[in-house]
């Protein structure tokens, strides 16, 4: 008997252990959030050229990546394939019931409310994201993080505030493309492919773009690139293990970032949208 209440208190004691640990670890992630925030507009006037430069590449790509545009290129034809499958779907759809000239609606409505937000944070996460948490948790493994603070350099705003700037920096004319390219693909897929008036499709589109969805529609993207930008830095700013560490890294990373981004979207469309959708239809 008293072996089994001995274990039943070691396997408590075991339990509340690892609910610690976990309390103990989002403290630290939110300290190291509050510390990056805090610290960016300091990394940018202390680092201009670090901060110019991670612009550079996080929006056009180093290496074998910038052959084909970096960022930009990815969130680009990303963009494009989800446009293109709106006004087919649309076009479909809508066409079974006689009001296939309501596609114009569908790419100004679901584009800038849902599908862009949602295609843009998931090409951040797999580029930017991704190359963020690979190299800072490779300069962790090598120690380069550590030799930065023995030359008295403080990491967090040279290698993490930086970075997350000039991600705030590149994601307004890159979600700009996006949303343009969206546009563009529904456009060129509803008239040229399937011989809707151009007219006709242009004018439902521009009745129903509102210019307050595009609005919060940015801020959707400016509020997902910090958070995929601050996830991505912690998680490589605390790899360890080697390269294959730095590799779980990455995939943990990513997966959070892909969540978080989900998630933003759809708490964000239950605020703005959810009691009224400012969308009126009538015949």
Request: glycine share 12%; no cysteine.
């Amino acid at each position: 008997m008293h072996i089994a209440e001995t274990g039943k208190f070691t396997a408590t004691r075991r339990r509340l252990q690892r609910w610690n640990d976990a309390v103990d670890s989002v403290g630290l992630r939110i300290l190291f959030y509050g510390k990056t925030i805090a610290h960016i507009p300091g990394a940018v006037i202390r680092h201009p050229a670090e901060t110019l430069r991670l612009v550079a590449e996080i929006s056009m790509g180093s290496g074998a990546l910038a052959m084909i545009g970096g960022t930009a290129a990815i969130v680009g034809f990303m963009t494009l394939a989800t446009g293109s499958t709106i006004a087919i779907q649309g076009f479909s759809s809508l066409g079974s019931i006689g009001i296939e000239a309501l596609s114009g609606f569908l790419s100004a409505f679901i584009n800038v409310r849902i599908a862009a937000p949602v295609i843009a944070g998931i090409g951040l996460s797999a580029t930017l994201g991704g190359g963020a948490t690979a190299q800072i948790g490779a300069m962790r493994i090598a120690e380069e993080i550590d030799a930065l603070e023995s030359m008295a350099i403080r990491p967090i705003p040279y290698v993490v505030s930086t970075r997350v700037a000039a991600g705030m920096v590149t994601i307004i004319p890159l979600y700009s493309l996006a949303l343009a390219a969206s546009f563009l693909a529904g456009k060129f897929t509803t008239v040229v492919l399937f011989g809707q008036s151009s007219g006709l499709y242009d004018h439902y589109f521009s009745t129903f773009l509102n210019p307050v969805d595009v609005a919060w529609s940015f801020m959707q993207a400016v509020l997902i690139a910090m958070l995929v930008m601050l996830i991505h830095t912690h998680y490589g700013f605390t790899a360890s293990g080697g390269p294959a560490g730095v590799g779980a890294a990455v995939g943990r990373a990513v997966r959070m970032s892909l969540i978080m981004v989900v998630l933003v979207v759809l708490l964000v469309s239950l605020a703005l949208y959810g009691g009224n959708g400012n969308f009126h239809l009538s015949g």
